[in-house]
């Protein structure tokens, strides 16, 4: 099967998407002899709910797992068992904290205002063609660097600054999908993606481990509602777990999976969100209206209905993260008929399920947010397992509400204030990396919107 891989790897997720299709959502891939590649690739609803809920303990992360994100560490991504409970516990208090909701929602709501507005009306004034995927890119970093180590970089900014910690972060990024496609034993196919991870695995470890000592010392007097510094409070709690690595390595490894986790997917979400808005009319006309209709701010976004349905439709068809895996632990069949042991892994294809007739209709490539909205009004509750973009089961996302926040805001004061046009020929088409970026970014022309002169 590698050949065909290979000479579909320039479109691969629509490749992968089609014989998923044709064999009924469960499809097992092997590998050349020698190889180990025993792939159950998957869309299936019920073999969805079998991993990641009720046989949820059959299914870890595993040293597979672990080998190919091993940049991560052992952060909240990585780990199994009492490591995972510990950070999940931990987080989830943290994230959920009232003053660390409010303390969001300023960053937010500064962001915005001090950085992405102006940015916006300097490129409206220049008429200038500009790559709307790394404006995304450059606040989402600057935001989450701010909530997660407590500095703002600044890289949105006119001139658009180079800043090495981001782009270490896309190399590193690229270099893990190629992971998932040759295997680790083949060295010599991956070199130069390898070169670049370990050359980016420097930049983002000098990056945190320099943060870290920053906010280490400068917490008592300039203190801070950031994550890493309520970590710093963990210290001796951390200690009595007896996991085998050091506070500092720990905090590492922690900030580094929240960064991803914070920057990445929702830079990704609002892309995709802003090419579908710009090239459906219809749907950007409906959200113009009702932001002008409801009188909305930072603590009222979920009168935003439409809105917010769209931005679910838009992360159906293009999940941030397209693809999810689990190892085996334990011999088990799945709903689908098909077995799977402790050499086979588990890889469920999310870009894929958003495309299937038989999960979500005839229409279902078509992008019509009014699919979320019920007869009443509200917003339509689908089950995780089958609405997949933030898992499911005790692996669900701690962040979704954080997300969702974020974009909305965003989004609504860039509608409202300003028209964005994609440039004529311009192809959107996801990137090869573990995270479904745009290939070619996402390259506009915005012009402010007559009624707000």
Same mark, same amino acid.
């Given at each position: 099967?590698?050949?065909?891989? /290979?000479?579909?790897?320039?479109? /691969?997720?629509?490749?992968?998407?089609?014989?998923?299709?044709?064999?009924?959502?469960?499809?097992?891939?092997?590998?050349?002899?020698?190889?180990?590649? @025993?792939?159950?690739?998957?869309?299936?609803?019920?073999?969805?709910?079998?991993?990641?809920?009720?046989?949820?303990?059959?299914?870890?992360?595993?040293?597979?797992?672990?080998?190919?994100?091993?940049?991560?560490?052992?952060?909240?991504?990585?780990?199994?068992?009492?490591?995972?409970?510990?950070?999940?516990?931990?987080?989830?208090?943290?994230?959920?904290?009232?003053?660390?909701?409010?303390?969001?929602?300023?960053?937010?709501?500064?962001?915005?205002?001090?950085?992405?507005?102006?940015?916006?009306?300097?490129?409206?004034?220049?008429?200038?063609?500009?790559?709307?995927?790394?404006?995304?890119?450059?606040?989402?970093?600057?935001?989450?660097?701010?909530?997660?180590?407590?500095? @703002?970089?600044?890289?949105?900014?006119?001139?658009?600054?180079?800043?090495?910690?981001?782009?270490?972060?896309?190399?590193?990024?690229?270099?893990?999908?190629?992971?998932?496609?040759?295997?680790?034993?083949?060295?010599?196919?991956?070199?130069?993606?390898?070169?670049?991870?370990?050359?980016?695995?420097?930049?983002?470890?000098?990056?945190?481990?320099?943060?870290?000592?920053?906010?280490?010392?400068?917490?008592?007097?300039?203190?801070?509602?950031?994550?890493?510094?309520?970590?710093?409070?963990?210290?001796?709690?951390?200690?009595?777990?007896?996991?085998?690595?050091?506070?500092?390595?720990? /905090?590492?490894?922690?900030?580094?999976?929240?960064?991803?986790?914070?920057?990445?997917?929702?830079?990704?979400?609002?892309?995709?969100?802003?090419?579908?808005?710009?090239?459906?009319?219809?749907?950007?006309?409906?959200?113009?209206?009702?932001?002008?209709?409801?009188?909305?701010?930072?603590?009222?976004?979920?009168?935003?209905?439409?809105?917010?349905?769209?931005?679910?439709?838009?992360?159906?068809?293009?999940?941030?993260?397209?693809?999810?895996?689990?190892?085996?632990?334990?011999?088990?069949?799945?709903?689908?008929?098909?077995?799977?042991?402790?050499?086979?892994?588990?890889?469920?294809?999310?870009?894929?399920?958003?495309?299937?007739?038989?999960?979500?209709?005839?229409?279902?490539?078509?992008?019509?947010?009014?699919?979320?909205?019920?007869?009443?009004?509200?917003?339509?509750?689908?089950?995780?397992?089958?609405?997949?973009?933030?898992?499911?089961?005790?692996?669900?996302?701690?962040?979704?509400?954080?997300?969702?926040?974020?974009?909305?805001?965003?989004?609504?004061?860039?509608?409202?204030?300003?028209?964005?046009?994609?440039?004529?020929?311009?192809?959107?088409?996801?990137?090869?990396?573990?995270?479904?970026?745009?290939? @070619?970014?996402?390259?506009?022309?915005?012009?402010?919107?007559?009624?707000?002169?």
């Amino acid at each position: 099967m590698t050949p065909y891989l /290979l000479l579909h790897g320039g479109n /691969l997720y629509d490749w992968l998407t089609n014989i998923l299709r044709e064999s009924h959502c469960t499809f097992i891939f092997k590998g050349p002899w020698g190889s180990s590649m @025993d792939l159950l690739l998957t869309c299936d609803p019920a073999n969805i709910n079998h991993v990641f809920n009720s046989n949820f303990t059959n299914y870890h992360k595993g040293n597979h797992f672990s080998k190919i994100f091993d940049i991560l560490g052992d952060g909240i991504f990585n780990t199994d068992h009492e490591s995972w409970r510990f950070q999940r516990r931990k987080a989830h208090t943290l994230i959920n904290n009232k003053r660390f909701n409010s303390f969001v929602a300023k960053a937010s709501h500064d962001k915005v205002e001090r950085s992405l507005i102006p940015l916006l009306n300097h490129l409206a004034d220049r008429d200038e063609l500009f790559d709307l995927q790394d404006v995304f890119l450059r606040i989402t970093f600057d935001l989450t660097c701010f909530l997660v180590l407590g500095i @703002d970089p600044a890289s949105l900014s006119i001139g658009f600054p180079l800043v090495p910690f981001a782009k270490a972060i896309d190399d590193a990024e690229e270099a893990l999908f190629y992971r998932h496609v040759t295997p680790l034993s083949w060295k010599w196919m991956r070199f130069t993606k390898e070169k670049k991870l370990a050359n980016a695995w420097k930049t983002i470890d000098h990056f945190i481990m320099q943060c870290i000592s920053q906010r280490r010392r400068e917490r008592l007097i300039n203190p801070s509602d950031d994550l890493l510094s309520s970590y710093f409070d963990s210290e001796e709690e951390f200690g009595e777990l007896g996991l085998g690595l050091g506070f500092d390595k720990f /905090l590492r490894d922690t900030t580094l999976n929240l960064m991803l986790a914070g920057r990445d997917t929702t830079s990704s979400a609002l892309t995709w969100f802003f090419w579908l808005v710009a090239t459906h009319p219809k749907v950007e006309t409906n959200i113009l209206n009702e932001l002008r209709e409801q009188a909305y701010h930072d603590n009222n976004l979920h009168c935003l209905i439409y809105l917010h349905a769209a931005l679910l439709e838009s992360l159906r068809l293009y999940p941030p993260v397209p693809f999810e895996h689990k190892g085996v632990h334990r011999k088990d069949v799945l709903p689908s008929g098909e077995e799977v042991d402790e050499r086979r892994m588990v890889l469920v294809s999310l870009y894929a399920m958003g495309r299937m007739e038989g999960i979500w209709g005839e229409d279902c490539m078509e992008f019509r947010p009014e699919r979320w909205i019920s007869e009443s009004g509200k917003i339509k509750h689908e089950p995780s397992y089958k609405y997949f973009v933030f898992n499911c089961g005790p692996r669900s996302c701690l962040g979704r509400a954080l997300a969702f926040t974020q974009m909305k805001a965003m989004a609504a004061a860039m509608i409202k204030s300003f028209e964005f046009h994609v440039e004529r020929g311009h192809v959107a088409r996801p990137k090869l990396s573990i995270l479904l970026h745009m290939k @070619d970014g996402l390259m506009v022309r915005v012009r402010k919107r007559e009624e707000d002169h």
